[in-house]
């Protein structure tokens, strides 16, 4: 027989025991419970994830278009070399095809293209300052190359102040000659033929077409009317420096020019029957140029008078007048 005590302590041992047996299970409990908790987290941290990946990825691809366009973007010039509706039937001669080719490799290093041209042992005589009109292709101011022809002295920059910015200019600030007579244009229109044919040997037959045409109108017209003939070629030169489908000799493409220039109702003439681009009215107001001996044109082909703007004498400009009136 146990004693009372001895009972007690095998009672505790089993209680003990089983204790011990219910906190495992309890425990595997609370485990599977935080290991279903953390599945739980984890698969919705993973659908985060997925969604926010899927949101990025769409942004992702709704920028990289964007991207690429800016990394590679390029012009759309398909409409500048297509021909136009009204001139899609018209073909260009090759002549012109060629000349429209140089122009555009030229377009690439007009300075060094200039250079080579003064480099060159059979240079035409031409002025330095017209060559990138030729160059680029635009119109030549004849009253320059006829003035460079007379003129002795050499070539300088010219230089004009706008405050505080000095604007540099290569030649002759105004042409000292201007182009009055059929005479003169032919100066003039030989050193450019020269010079053109220097340029572009291709259109030899071009230049010499177009000098008769315009020696035609000289000669089908009185002195007179002459200065007619010098704006009409004008007019002429510069349409087909603004186009690249236009060659001097095509003559049909040029009536509206003429008639213009030569009707009575024309709109290129003035009430006195002269040519707008002929000679403008010597003004009174004294030559500003002239005053600070900067004028490069002579007393009778200047538009102002060759005067002291000071007391009006043409002996002395106003910086060597003594007079302290001024001229009315």
């Known amino acids: 027989m146990l004693d009372t005590f001895e009972k007690e302590v095998i009672q505790a041992g089993k209680q003990d025991r089983e204790r011990k047996k219910e906190a495992p299970e309890d425990g595997g409990r609370s485990r599977e419970s935080i290991i279903s908790a953390e599945e739980s987290i984890n698969s919705d941290s993973e659908e985060n994830f997925e969604s926010e990946v899927v949101e990025s990825n769409s942004a992702s691809e709704v920028d990289e278009p964007a991207r690429k366009k800016q990394r590679g973007f390029k012009l759309d010039l398909s409409n500048l070399t297509n021909p136009s509706v009204i001139r899609r039937s018209k073909k260009l001669p090759p002549s012109l095809r060629k000349t429209n080719s140089i122009l555009a490799n030229w377009a690439h290093d007009p300075k060094r293209v200039k250079r080579k041209w003064l480099e060159s042992a059979f240079v035409p005589e031409f002025p330095e300052s017209e060559l990138y009109n030729i160059i680029h292709g635009r119109v030549v101011n004849f009253d320059v190359v006829f003035s460079g022809w007379y003129s002795d002295?050499?070539?300088?920059?010219?230089?004009?102040?706008?405050?505080?910015?000095?604007?540099?200019?290569?030649?002759?600030?105004?042409?000292?000659?201007?182009?009055?007579?059929?005479?003169?244009?032919?100066?003039?229109?030989?050193?450019?033929?020269?010079?053109?044919?220097?340029?572009?040997?291709?259109?030899?037959?071009?230049?010499?077409?177009?000098?008769?045409?315009?020696?035609?109108?000289?000669?089908?017209?009185?002195?007179?009317?002459?200065?007619?003939?010098?704006?009409?070629?004008?007019?002429?030169?510069?349409?087909?420096?603004?186009?690249?489908?236009?060659?001097?000799?095509?003559?049909?493409?040029?009536?509206?020019?003429?008639?213009?220039?030569?009707?009575?109702?024309?709109?290129?003439?003035?009430?006195?029957?002269?040519?707008?681009?002929?000679?403008?009215?010597?003004?009174?107001?004294?030559?500003?140029?002239?005053?600070?001996?900067?004028?490069?044109?002579?007393?009778?082909?200047?538009?102002?008078?060759?005067?002291?703007?000071?007391?009006?004498?043409?002996?002395?400009?106003?910086?060597?007048?003594?007079?302290?009136?001024?001229?009315?």
């Open 153 to 328: 002295e050499p070539e300088q920059d010219y230089e004009e102040k706008l405050g505080k910015v000095k604007i540099k200019i290569g030649g002759e600030a105004e042409p000292a000659k201007s182009i009055r007579s059929s005479q003169d244009w032919s100066v003039a229109y030989s050193l450019f033929a020269c010079a053109m044919r220097f340029a572009f040997p291709h259109r030899i037959d071009e230049i010499d077409d177009y000098g008769n045409f315009i020696h035609q109108k000289f000669a089908q017209n009185v002195s007179k009317y002459h200065s007619r003939v010098i704006a009409f070629d004008k007019a002429v030169r510069k349409r087909v420096s603004r186009r690249r489908d236009l060659l001097l000799s095509d003559f049909d493409q040029f009536s509206d020019l003429y008639e213009g220039h030569f009707s009575l109702s024309g709109c290129c003439v003035n009430e006195e029957g002269s040519s707008t681009g002929s000679k403008r009215q010597r003004g009174l107001e004294c030559c500003k140029r002239w005053n600070f001996k900067s004028c490069n044109r002579s007393d009778s082909s200047c538009n102002y008078r060759h005067a002291c703007s000071k007391c009006g004498s043409s002996e002395h400009p106003k910086k060597s007048c003594a007079s302290r009136t001024p001229s009315n």
